[in-house]
C-alpha cells in the first residue's frame, strides 16, 4: 500500500489532499506546524477531522526543526513527500520577510534533503503563480521565463523550483513542482480574499477591492486541484533519453527528473464580477471600497493548463458561482452565520 508523507495537512490544500487520499485507502502522514498565522482553531479542526479517517497519523512541529522532521519521516518511510507547508501570503509577506526564508527556504531544503536520503519514490512540491510577477503574456505557461517576482514570497517559492531541480539532477530524484492560481473553497483560509468578503459582507462591514475592481485572477476550486495533485503523483518525471524531443508545451527539464505543472481554472474572473457572484449568493449587497492597487500586487493571473491535460487528460473545471456556492455553505455551518 502506497505510504505518502504530506507537509501542512493542517493547512487549507494539505487538508483536503490528505482527505481524499484517505478516501481512497492510501496511509497518510501528516506534518504541520499549526502556527499563528491565522486562525489555530481552523487548523486544530482539520487535524481533528483527519484523525478520525483510519491510516492518518500526524506530527505537530516546524520544517525549520529538522531533527522532528527527520524522525516523523524515517518513522513513518514514506514512498511519496508531497510538501504543501508554506509560509503563505504575499501580502504578509512584506510585514515578516524573514518567516518566508524559514518556512520556505529552509524548511524546503530539509525536506528535500529527507526526501534525498529516504530515495522516495516522488518528491510533489507547491510553487505558486505568483512566481510568474512582472510577466505580462497570458495565459502563463510553464516554459515561461520567471524571473521578476514582485514579493519575497513569491522569491522563495522561485527559489525552491530552482532548490527541486538541483536535487532532482544531482540525486536522480524524480520531483514535480507545481503552481497553484488562486485557490478557493471550504475550509479555506481566512486572510484569503473570498473568505474575507464573505465574513465583512454578512457582518455588514466594507470591503476594499484594489484597482478598483480591474484585477483578473484564474480562480482554482480546492477540489479540481487537489484531484490534479493527486493524478500528478502517479506520474513522475523521468530524465529524457534525448532532450531534443521533449515537446515545446512541456516543461520536463534536459538534464534532471523534474517538471513544473500549472494547476489552474484557465479562465480569468474580474474581481469586481467575482464580489458580484458573492452578493448573488450571500443576497445581500456588499459596501465597497475602492481602493488603488497594493504593493506587490500583480493585475492578473491566467493559467495554461495544457501540460496537465496531457500528462493526466483531466483539467479543473469548477465554475466560480458553484465554488462559492460550496465555500458559503461551508462558512455559514462552521461559524453559525
Known amino acids: 500500500m502506497t505510504r505518502v508523507f504530506i507537509t501542512g495537512t493542517a493547512g487549507f490544500i494539505g487538508f483536503h489532499l490528505a482527505r481524499l487520499l484517505l478516501d481512497e485507502g492510501i496511509t497518510v502522514h501528516g506534518y504541520d506546524g499549526i502556527t499563528d498565522y491565522y486562525d489555530v482553531s481552523l487548523k486544530k479542526r482539520r487535524h481533528q477531522i483527519l484523525l478520525q479517517k483510519p491510516g492518518f497519523s500526524r506530527t505537530e512541529a516546524m520544517l525549520e526543526d529538522n531533527d522532528a522532521l527527520s524522525r516523523a519521516v524515517d518513522g513513518f518511510a514514506p514512498d511519496i513527500i508531497v510538501h504543501l507547508a508554506a509560509q503563505a501570503g504575499v501580502r504578509y509577506s512584506l510585514e515578516a520577510p524573514r518567516a518566508y526564508i524559514d518556512a520556505n527556504i529552509t524548511g524546503t531544503f530539509n525536506v528535500m534533503e529527507a526526501a534525498r536520503r529516504l530515495e522516495v519514490s516522488h518528491l510533489l512540491m507547491a510553487s505558486t503563480s505568483s512566481v510568474y510577477?512582472?510577466?505580462?503574456?497570458?495565459?502563463?505557461?510553464?516554459?515561461?521565463?520567471?524571473?521578476?517576482?514582485?514579493?519575497?514570497?513569491?522569491?522563495?517559492?522561485?527559489?525552491?523550483?530552482?532548490?527541486?531541480?538541483?536535487?532532482?539532477?544531482?540525486?536522480?530524484?524524480?520531483?514535480?513542482m507545481f503552481r497553484f492560481f488562486t485557490v478557493y473553497g471550504p475550509w479555506g483560509r481566512p486572510d484569503m480574499a473570498l473568505f474575507k468578503f464573505v465574513d465583512a459582507i454578512l457582518e455588514g462591514r466594507p470591503i476594499d477591492i484594489y484597482n478598483h475592481?480591474?484585477?483578473?485572477?484564474?480562480?482554482?476550486?480546492?477540489?479540481?486541484l487537489v484531484h490534479g495533485i493527486r493524478l500528478l503523483m502517479d506520474v513522475p518525471p523521468m530524465r529524457p533519453d534525448a532532450p531534443d524531443d521533449i515537446p515545446e508545451w512541456d516543461s520536463l527539464s534536459p538534464v534532471a527528473p523534474y517538471r513544473i505543472v500549472n494547476i489552474g481554472n484557465s479562465d480569468k474572473v474580474r474581481l469586481a464580477d467575482f464580489v458580484d457572484a458573492i452578493e448573488a449568493e450571500l443576497g445581500v449587497s456588499a459596501k465597497r471600497n475602492y481602493m488603488d492597487m497594493q504593493k506587490g500586487d500583480v493585475p492578473a493571473t491566467w493559467a495554461d493548463a495544457r501540460l496537465l491535460r496531457e500528462l493526466t487528460g483531466y483539467a479543473p473545471r469548477t465554475d466560480i458561482r458553484d465554488g462559492i456556492a460550496q465555500f458559503v455553505r461551508w462558512f455559514r455551518d462552521y461559524y453559525r452565520k
Open 213 to 224: 475592481g480591474e484585477m483578473y485572477r484564474d480562480f482554482t476550486y480546492v477540489d479540481d
Open 133 to 176: 510577477g512582472a510577466n505580462t503574456q497570458m495565459p502563463y505557461a510553464e516554459t515561461d521565463k520567471a524571473d521578476s517576482p514582485m514579493t519575497i514570497y513569491a522569491a522563495t517559492k522561485k527559489a525552491t523550483e530552482a532548490m527541486g531541480h538541483s536535487y532532482a539532477h544531482l540525486w536522480h530524484l524524480p520531483t514535480t
